[in-house]
């Protein structure tokens, strides 16, 4: 059942009175909790923990490519290594980061209600994350895994790597995925409080929901494709291996009728956290509120019907390559709807360039060249020339990590006061963007150029022409690295030794920041009444943004001057 918020009420800092960080201590009560704030600041610790393991991979990687010629990686550790990093990052960190961290910790509070519908199912698909992740760790001590993220086969079939460890690791953390999207789906179904419709929620519920619609229909297609493979290595049945009358293609039809919906996975909680920001930072109600919501729902849906667009070179059909570029472009659409409603959003706003919203910015600048150069790729007669180039490595970088790493972080430096009552450094945190979207910048653009010269991915070594492009994107990689890890840094001093602030820093109207901060381990302690969580029309916001624009812009002598009203004798 909603709690009614009372907006004339205001909530403060709560650091030294009961929250759900005091609520109760020791171990035990984090590890058996049913809060969803504390599973998603333990989900946040495990995604970043896979997100630096990751990273990590990568970074050897692009050292190893920082001259054409060999430096300290075999060519067989050099496939184990590029193969981890993308297990690793997309199952482990990029899937579950904002629907499991941000997701958990706000989506029932922008409900006003305790928590989510199942607490328990809750708590199990944090244990699955960390059962499967642990698994994908496992191959480090099986012999590696050299088959790629994508575990094609015959790879898979024939390699003595750890496929077994990872693809059970991989199928683990999809039972994760889907109870995440279950309980999200139960929850906004269910719960949202009287007075909620749906063209009142929140647009980051939305994307949650249009995630979690994906969650549950596509990833049992990964999962049923992984067991079979496991089946076909362990009793040489034959499905994929075509030594035993399967067929290869069939498991690349599976694999991408669930990655290409993935890819949304990924990237609409992203979307849905930009439109948060956009919205808050730019002090204005958000444009075109009902065509970003349906947009999430028809990205979900059109992302379905896709898939072969990942197969033009496997032998399709002339009709049915048509077909599934003509849909490719479709998916467009509603991917530039959000775009085009979130400039009309800033236009005229009064913006304020908090960290936030300089990870917002980027996140437009990065995906906007990610869904572009898709264009090239869902177009056969270009596609043919790009396929299994590092064009595509740039691609799918742009869209996956300048988009949902940014909105993760830009979510992450939103939301960082309401986790935890306390405000970070600024200025270190726009250096931290700053140095994340130059070194993202600098690491893939010449990707793009390489790819379209072509320099195929995958490859240990290569001719020397391509030399300085993989030097500018080593050296990239590095800062962007490190962008990362300053972000991360400034974020982790703040919880513990930032300065206090208040409850609602931002100016925010959601019901999240009707409580106070840190949040009771309740959520809600007051009643307060339902708004428009995107009205800014309030008296007390506009007397506030009266106040900040006096302060700020108006000279002293072009503020006005009070009348004096006339004296009558």
Known sequence: MGIAVDRTKTFGNAIDGDNYLNASSGIKSWMFTLDHKRIGVMYLIGVTFALFLAGIFALVLRSELFTANKMFLTEAQYNQMFTLHGAV??????????PAALGNFVLPMM????????PRLNLCSFYLWVIGTLFLMLTLMMGGLDTGWTFYTPYSLKTNTGVIFATFGAFVLGFSSIFTGLNFLVTINTMRPPGMT???MPLFLWSLYATSIIQILATPVLGITLLLLLAERIMQI?????????????????FWFYSHPAVYIMILPGMGVISELISVHSRKKIFGYSFIAFSS???ALLGFLVWGHHMFTSGQSALVTIIFSAITFTVAVPSAVKVFNWLATMYKGCISLTTPMCYALSFIFLFGIGGLTGLFLGTLSTDIHLHDTYFVVAHFHFVMVGGTLTALLGGLFHWWPKMFGRMYN????RIGCFLVFAGFNLTFFPQFVMGSRGMPRRYARYDPEFEIFHQWSTFGAFVLGIGILISFVCLAYAAFKGPRCAGNPWGASS???QSSSPPDFHNFVHNVALCDPYDFSTQELDEELDTFVHREFMEPEEKPVPEVEPQHT
Do not use: R
């Not at 409900?111 to 199942?118: E, M, N, R, T, W």
């Not at 034959?238 to 599976?254: E, S, W």
């Not at 600024?426 to 945190?429: D, L, M, N, T």
């Open 238 to 254: 034959g499905i994929f291996n075509p030594a035993y009358g399967g067929d290869p293609v069939l498991f690349q039809h599976f």
């Open 511 to 513: 019901l999240e920041w």
């Open 89 to 98: 990052m997309v199952f482990a960190f990029i899937i579950p980061s904002i």
């Open 198 to 200: 749906w063209f009142k």
């Open 426 to 429: 600024e200025f270190v945190g």
């Open 111 to 118: 409900l006003g209600v305790k928590d989510v519908a199942f």
């Open 297 to 299: 729902v028809a990205i």
